[in-house]
């Protein structure tokens, strides 16, 4: 299974399932807990479209199916091997990548799921492209002004030079904390998960 088709929510909602058994509504709620929602649009359609999809490309399966009073019946979900691999795979690709902010910000909050070492190879890559696409620019810029070009025609470029620059920055920063045993990597016991007790409140 290719992971070229996974939306940005499909791949938080899989990751979700890496960490336990559960339906939509459950999924919605962890999402809003911990303000994932400022990353992805969550609505309850484009959940249940995305599990839907999901379950239809064979990278989750149901599980169970309750209901709770009078309450419209719930299916559990469960990941399949190929939907964790999609996860990884997915997480992989985009961390160490330049090109969509979107995609590289969901990658950032479920890097997680991948190896400490690893993602910290990612981000340097990261850094090492960002740092050769800063030169490319600083040298542009340093033609144009050459060239007599009216700044007026270079303030995007320069706004996005500054961005590159505050991006090398803030990575290097990141990426020796990262890699320092002290900083808690993986779930741990503060996991709602893991403890079994899901957030009560959105």
Not at 121 to 149: H, I, K, N
Not at 165 to 182: F, K, N, T
Not at 189 to 200: D, M, N, S
Request: aromatic share 4%.
């Amino acid at each position: 299974m290719k992971d070229a088709a996974l939306t940005p929510l499909g791949v938080m909602v899989l990751a979700l399932l890496r960490e336990g058994d559960m339906h939509p509504y459950e999924m919605a709620r962890l999402l809003r807990h911990r303000r994932d929602d400022r990353i992805v649009t969550i609505t309850n359609g484009t959940l249940y479209h995305t599990v839907a999809r999901l379950h239809g490309q064979g990278l989750l399966e149901e599980v169970g199916i309750d209901r709770d009073g009078n309450r419209p019946e719930r299916t559990t979900y469960t990941l399949t091997p190929q939907g964790s691999a999609a996860v990884t795979d997915w997480v992989r690709r985009e961390l160490g990548a330049t090109g969509r902010t979107s995609t590289f910000r969901v990658a950032l909050a479920e890097a997680h799921n991948l190896d400490r070492d690893e993602v910290v190879d990612l981000l340097g890559a990261r850094r090492a492209l960002l740092r050769g696409q800063l030169d490319e620019l600083d040298a542009g810029l340093a033609g144009a002004e050459s060239r007599g070009v009216p700044e007026q025609y270079l303030l995007e470029l320069d706004r996005h030079r500054h961005l590159q620059q505050a991006e090398i920055a803030w990575l290097d920063d990141l990426i020796p904390r990262i890699a320092s045993p002290g900083f808690a990597w993986g779930p741990g016991p503060e996991h709602p998960l893991a403890t079994g007790k899901a957030p009560q409140n959105d």
